[in-house]
C-alpha cells in the first residue's frame, strides 16, 4: 500500500516537473510575467506533490520513534502551507497588476479570489499563533521531568518500598 504511493506521488512529481521545465523551455522568449502566469498552477502542483511526500515521510519516520516528532510534523506541514498560501495571494495581485483593476465581472471575480486567499492565508496564522500559546500553556503547567529527576523520584520510592516491608506494610 504503501510503495503503490510512494509510486504514485512520485509519478505526480515528475509528471508536473517534466511540465514545467517542458513549458518553460517553449515559452522562454515570451517573458518573465507571462511565464509567471501560465506556469503558476504548474509550479503549485508541484510544490503541493512536494509538500505530501515530506509529508507521508515524516508520518513514517514519527509512527516509528514518537518521541518529540509531533512539532516537527507540525511546522513540516505549516511552513509550506504558509508559503503555498502567500504563493497564491502573490498570484492574484500579478494578476490584477497586468490585468488592471476596472469595473468587470473579472475583476470581481479577481477581488473575490484574492480576499479568499488572504482570509485562508489569515486563519492559518491564527490558528498557528492559538495553537502557539496553547502548547506554551501546557509546556507551563505540565514541565516535562528530566531523566535525574526521574531518577531521583525512583530512589526515593525504591527506599520507601523498603522501608514500608521491614514495618509489615505490603508494597
Given at each position: 500500500m504503501y510503495a503503490r504511493l510512494i509510486t504514485l506521488q512520485l509519478g505526480i512529481i515528475g509528471t508536473a516537473a517534466t511540465?514545467?521545465?517542458?513549458?518553460?523551455?517553449?515559452?522562454?522568449?515570451?517573458g518573465a510575467s507571462p511565464l509567471l502566469l501560465f506556469l503558476f498552477q504548474c509550479g503549485m502542483l508541484l510544490c503541493d506533490a512536494l509538500h505530501t511526500l515530506l509529508q507521508c515521510a515524516l508520518q513514517r519516520y514519527e509512527r516509528r520513534d514518537q518521541q518529540h516528532r509531533s512539532t516537527l510534523l507540525y511546522y513540516a506541514t505549516l511552513v509550506p502551507e504558509i508559503s503555498m498560501q502567500l504563493g497564491r495571494l502573490a498570484h492574484h495581485v500579478h494578476?490584477?497588476?497586468?490585468?488592471?483593476?476596472?469595473?468587470?465581472?473579472i475583476s470581481v471575480l479577481l477581488l473575490a479570489n484574492t480576499k479568499a486567499a488572504f482570509e485562508a492565508l489569515r486563519q492559518r496564522i491564527v490558528t498557528h499563533r492559538n495553537f502557539v500559546r496553547a502548547d506554551a500553556n501546557l509546556k507551563r503547567r505540565f514541565r516535562t521531568a528530566e531523566a535525574d529527576e526521574l531518577a531521583k523520584v525512583r530512589a526515593r520510592v525504591r527506599v520507601g518500598v523498603r522501608v514500608g516491608v521491614g514495618l509489615g506494610v505490603r508494597a
Open positions: 511540465l514545467l521545465l517542458g513549458s518553460a523551455l517553449l515559452l522562454r522568449g515570451a494578476v490584477w497588476y497586468v490585468h488592471g483593476l476596472s469595473i468587470s465581472v
